[in-house]
């Protein structure tokens, strides 16, 4: 089924070791994924949503044990263990590779084995890398053809003489003991065995396109990261791009999808990708990114008109959803869906919804939908070169720490700030609620090499051009004293990513502090919201005692890296220090 020797050979090795009664190259035709839904149907892998309200939508339950993605679980398997990092679970490569085989041994008997070639990236890019996903799950197809491009042209891609990733996933039997997700960057090399979950399943997503990618990034120059990537229309027509990266439950795929508010008149934002960036120096040397999904593999619950119009209007058609709840109607529902509960419903495991159960659908239930269905999709989304980037946003949920926004002074000082990114947990986390966690770049689950080692990556980039974009951070989720958010957030962002754009393009002023450049009262427009100017000052506030914790936090999670952390780094955290520091004694 292929000319290329390498790829044919594998797969021939990967069949006589999971021993399935059928082998099937994917083409990625609508005759195919037609006959596929038809099969899931059939066997009850997926059910059929409401027809009218919900034309070719469907639901997929799951098994219970497995509704997310399973870190513990999660290993880089590197010939030394140093170059995994701390950051990362370990696994000797030879050790994986035998614990590995002996689960995918006979795995894949009385099911059918598909031959997934992708690619990750539009059609002709140079910045666009292939891969082969093997699996046995049909649901794990359906998806790939919306999350990736998959089929013929891909192939025809690997045949051309391209380098490719080769994923083995299998189902297994499901059970959480047998699971493990095992990357061997160094051989380009994914192993997946006893999920069906997306994050563990769609090779192409996290596993390819993070982690390694990241190697692959370093070993090649560019950066794969885990950032949205959106453009910014003034009123003038003329269109800024940025790449943005956030921890969990900050708002990332929102912002991704943002509509401006009716007072920003003229302003619009265009969606080029809500999850992943892979950025490359250009030829004209300013960083230029792609998005290299085609899809959305998106968190449901906490979706609505109200957070992201945009999205609820991207659904609705031609989407998979996953472990979310159904109406009697068999309408799709989750928890924060617009409107009234429904008086009775059908939970995300199949049960007549209790709540003495929880919630109706699985907080981490999702939906798999074309990223071209989207309202707000940029016409660049598919341009080969990518799109260039004028600014790089980092952000995390602090209640004290973090202003509403600032600006790094440098590259290095940026490289800086996405380092220390930190997010206070949330009643939806497991742990205690406002404990901090350093999710350095929105990295930690992804990169797929040292914390140190990647740092120095980022700064290399100063030495390579003198066009790299500024830097920003953002903070939408500032309290006052009776723990009350500051900022409406949601729409009203765009304000902040207005002052970001009129940075970049030397229009909007601001002041120096000791973290970076930060708005004046007078910089952001806050007309019509109901903030004063005392709740703004607040808002944009450097508390000195604050940040003094804060830097011995940020040098402690420094330290817990090794030698291997950059020097430069350190040396703005001295800075930070010593301003705040000098300040206070005037």
Known sequence: MTTNQEL??????????????????CDGSPEEHGRLIDEMLASGTLIKLNERTHP????????????????????????????????????????????????????????????????????????ARAGVEITDSPYVVANMRVMARIGKRSLEHIESGKTFVKGLHSIGDLNPDRRFIM???????????????????????????????????????WL??????????DPDGHTSY???????????????????????????????????????????????AINPEAGFFGVAPGTSLKTNANCMNTLGRDTIYTNVAMTPDGEPWWEGLDGERPAKLIDWQGRPYDPANGPAAHPNSRFTVAASQCPSYSDKANAPEGVPISAIIFGGRRSTVAPLVFE????????????????????????????????????KPFCGYHFGDYWNHWLSFQTRTSKLPRVFHVNWFRKDENGKFMWPGYGEN?????????????KAGAARTPIGFVPGPGDIDVSGLGIGEEVLRALLAIDHDVWEHETTDIAAYFASFGERVPAALKQQLARIRAEIDAQRAA
């Open 494 to 506: 765009m304000r902040v990513l207005k002052w970001i754009v009129e940075r970049c393009n030397g």
């Open 8 to 25: 044919a050979a594998w797969v021939k090795t990967v069949a006589a070791l999971t021993q399935p009664d059928r082998i099937h190259w």
């Open 408 to 443: 790094a002074m440098d590259w290095e000082h940026g490289v800086f700030a996405g380092a220390a990114v930190a997010s206070e947990t949330t009643a939806a986390a497991v742990g205690a609620v406002g404990q901090v966690r350093r999710d350095s770049m929105a990295m």
């Open 56 to 127: 070719n939508c469907f639901l997929h339950r799951s098994d219970p044990s497995d509704v997310a993605r399973v870190e513990h679980l999660t290993y880089i398997c590197t010939q030394n263990e140093d170059d995994a990092g701390s950051n990362n679970n370990w696994m000797d490569p030879a050790e994986a590779r035998a614990k590995m085989e002996q689960l995918f041994a006979g795995c894949m008997r009385g099911r059918t084995m598909y031959v997934i070639p992708y690619l990750m990236g539009p059609y002709g890019s140079p910045y």
């Open 224 to 233: 794969a990261e885990h950032m949205l990537l959106l453009g910014i229309q």
């Open 242 to 288: 940025v790449a943005a990266a956030f921890p969990s439950a900050c708002g990332k795929t929102n912002l991704a999808m943002l509509s401006p508010p009716e007072t920003m008149k003229g302003w619009k934002v265009w969606t080029v990708g809500d999850d992943i960036a892979w950025m490359h120096i250009g030829p004209d040397g300013r960083l230029w």
């Open 183 to 221: 990357h061997f960057p160094e051989e380009l090399m994914i192993q997946s065995v006893g999920s069906g979950y997306g994050g563990n399943a769609l090779l192409g997503k996290k596993c390819h396109a993070l982690r390694i990618a990241s190697w692959q990034a370093r070993t090649e120059g």
